[in-house]
């Protein structure tokens, strides 16, 4: 079935470090791939996504594109901020499975001042 | 746009015990997801309805059921609770269904069972 991994955390990082999270994914068919983000207290927030290979999603100076060579969807901030400090799940959504989306572990980020 | 509410927030039950949640999805959506978090499972996939009927099932005991009415609401249900049941349920709404549409999710409801 489908799955994904994403590095494990917490990552720890002082503002206006450059933020990598890794996200690989295994998938039957041609899945679309999200970001999404959970503070505190919260439910998810959609950061971004891409529905096809080599496309890139983008929101808030997050990014992360669409590798169909190596199933990766690794998201990317050149410089974060306290205010980043989340939960980012990275998920997938089969096409022959409606909505469902498969989620990663999640990766816990802490930024700090 | 009012976002996606969820009934009620906060839900402390006893072992055997039943519980009704319930997810109002954002105006003019009809598809609502269901999702568990747990600390040790992570988020796991419940059910999703669209235009009241199941599309889709993740891998849970019968004990969780659910259903939609006709103005898109929709509930979910967890007959005789286990201790393991304790988790945050989140509710999911989108427009027309399908991979590339964007899911919102509520707030959830969190549930300790005692």
């Known amino acids: 079935g489908d799955s994904v991994t994403q590095m494990e955390g917490p990552v720890t990082l002082s503002e206006e470090a450059f933020l990598t999270i890794n996200c690989t994914y295994t998938a039957t068919g041609y899945p679309s791939l999200f970001w999404y983000v959970q503070y505190p207290g919260e439910g998810l927030q959609l950061l971004l996504k891409a529905t096809k290979a080599d496309d890139k999603g983008s929101n808030k100076g997050f990014e992360a594109t669409y590798r169909k060579e190596t199933t990766s969807f690794h998201l990317e901030k050149g410089s974060v901020q306290v205010s980043d400090s989340a939960v980012y799940f990275c998920a997938l959504s089969d096409q022959n499975a409606g909505n469902m989306l498969t989620f990663g572990g999640g990766t816990r980020l802490m930024v700090k001042p | 746009k009012a976002g996606v509410t969820q009934t009620p927030r906060y839900l402390i039950k006893t072992r055997g015990q039943q519980v009704t949640l319930s997810c109002s999805p954002i105006?003019?959506?009809?598809?609502v997801s269901w999702y568990q978090q747990t600390p040790g499972q992570g988020l796991q996939f419940l059910f999703e309805?669209?235009?009241?009927?199941?599309?889709n099932k993740g891998n849970f005991p019968g004990r969780f059921s659910g259903r939609q009415f006709s103005n898109s609401r929709s509930e979910m249900n967890v007959s005789t609770l286990e201790l393991g049941d304790s988790a945050l349920y989140l509710c999911a709404s989108s427009f027309p269904p399908g991979p590339s549409y964007e899911q919102y999710f509520g707030p959830g409801t969190r549930l300790t069972v005692t």
């Open positions: 309805y669209f235009s009241e009927t199941q599309r």
């Open positions: 105006s003019g959506h009809r598809s």
